[in-house]
């Protein structure tokens, strides 16, 4: 027995569609500054709803859409996003979330108003009263594999745009499968290969980025010093928000780093980015505890993220925080202190770039 019904279907999707079942005006929101899941996770729910409600979804999100491959996703993929102060949320029957959960505080909600369908592959927070379709928490390495499990399980029709978007999110959020990926992950990635279009999927992943791009890896790496196994970096003002993580990732590619954590100012938020090398790691946990009660952070297996607003704090102020940041995270990760050093000897921070405070 597969435990679908008698018309063939999986019991998901039977609640899913019986959830949302009438709807008229559907909007799909992702969390802010969307990565490649939630954007193809935003793509697979949309064509779903397509399919079975008739009905034309939009995609909203917050923040901006920074990092060059997200950028060609959208424009080779032809994915049509709205902001969210653009979106009249009265005027929407059914709010869907993708990659994220209320309460996790990047993907905020105008007050009061609660998602009909919350789908997300994140550790599970408190579902809210008035959820009807709650399909979070599970052990899978991406949010679009839960969507496109819905098409493959349930033999809908894949056209090419839809099948690359899904694919590349598990291709980003799994690193090719190498990073917390599951036999359920690598089931959608194989099914799903068969109807990508290739070609753009590499296009996508070898966008051009503009000169300035390069600047940015040099300041990481100027700024970046080790504390024992971990290396901490600040990246002072940045104009894309995404470039917390890009960074991180980058400097755990060194040899003997166990942990890397990221941070960075944008538009009066401090966002930070942890990442490990250990598969044992709990890296939300970490940002957790590193952000504390100044702002909102999350996470699973060895990647993580979160922001604390700086509001109109003074640059003393903003020191203060990124320096209890950095004690928090080494405290976490149990870092000794003492053993210090600039990750590339001879460089120091680089204080003629007027766009970095350093702690």
Known sequence: MNGNDKDG?????????????????????????????????????QALYKRYLNAEARIVFGGIVGRAENRAMLRLLRIEIVPAHKVDYDSCDLLTLVDA??????????????????????????????????????????TCTIVALLFLRNRIPLDTKVATALLYGIKSDTHDL??????????????LLVHADNSTLS???????????????????ANALVYDFACVSHLGKIDNPDMVAEMA????????????MVTG????????????SDPNAHAGGVARLAVGVMGAAGGHGRMSGGQIPLGKADKKT????????????LD????????????????LPDETDTSVEFP
């Open 203 to 221: 296009r996508i992943e070898n966008a051009r980025v503009p000169p300035p791009y390069f600047a940015v890896f040099r300041r990481a790496i």
């Open 101 to 142: 959960q209320p309460g996790m505080g990047h993907a905020p909600l105008p007050e009061g108003r609660v998602p009909e369908v919350v789908i997300d592959h994140h550790p599970p927070r408190q579902k809210p009263a008035g959820t009807l379709y709650w399909d979070v928490g599970r052990p899978l390495g991406a």
């Open 178 to 191: 190498g990073e917390g990926a599951t036999p359920d992950d690598v089931e959608a990635f194989r099914e």
């Open 9 to 45: 279907r999986d019991p998901r999707l039977v609640q899913l569609l019986n959830a949302v079942r009438g709807r008229r005006k559907p909007l799909i929101q992702t969390h802010n500054n969307p990565d490649p899941d939630a954007l193809g996770s935003a793509v697979g729910m």
């Open 332 to 347: 976490a990760v149990k870092a000794k202190r003492t053993l210090s050093h600039a990750l590339v000897a001879g460089t």
């Open 249 to 260: 990732d980058f400097l755990l590619r060194c040899e003997d780093l166990r942990w890397t």
């Open 318 to 329: 903003r020191l203060q925080v990124i320096s209890a940041v950095t004690d928090s995270f």
């Open 265 to 276: 100012i944008y538009n009066k938020t401090l966002h930070l980015s942890v990442r490990s």
